[in-house]
């Protein structure tokens, strides 16, 4: 088993693909409904594609400080294990708001909220010293 950088290395490089994903959806959505650059506006399945998309960038943004504090400070595979939970919560995010109701969006984004908590729960007992392992 690869050790826990390399472990946070694979979360890092699935996050990116679903930023990835998030984009080729709002690009799925200008071209299904017609919706050409630079407009932000248009078919409701377009503007949640764009909100989906970018939220995930915004919680990219903390996700990746957060995935490697906990690993640098903390180690092991629990940060990994954080990771690949705010990773899954984020794919719900994207296909829950995509959904009509976009209240669909919400089990995800709490998935993925409570994975970047626990995250900084994490970096933050490793930073001050507290360590135990998987």
Known sequence: MPDGNHLVAIDTILAI?????ASFRV????VKHGIHGPAMAGHPDF????????????????????????AFFFGGQIP???GLVWIVGRVMYI???AQNDTR???????????????LLIVAGLGLFGVQFQL
Not at 27 to 30: L, P
Not at 104 to 118: D, K, N, Q, V
């Open 95 to 97: 296909f829950g708001y």
């Open 27 to 30: 690009s799925q959505m200008r």
């Open 47 to 70: 503007e949640r594609a764009c909100r989906a998309h970018g939220n995930t960038i915004e919680n990219m943004i903390l996700f990746i400080p957060a995935l490697w504090m906990a």
């Open 104 to 118: 669909m969006r919400a089990p995800g984004a709490g998935l993925s909220y409570a994975a970047l908590i626990g």
């Open 17 to 21: 693909l679903v930023g990835l994903l």
């Open 80 to 82: 990994f294990w954080i």
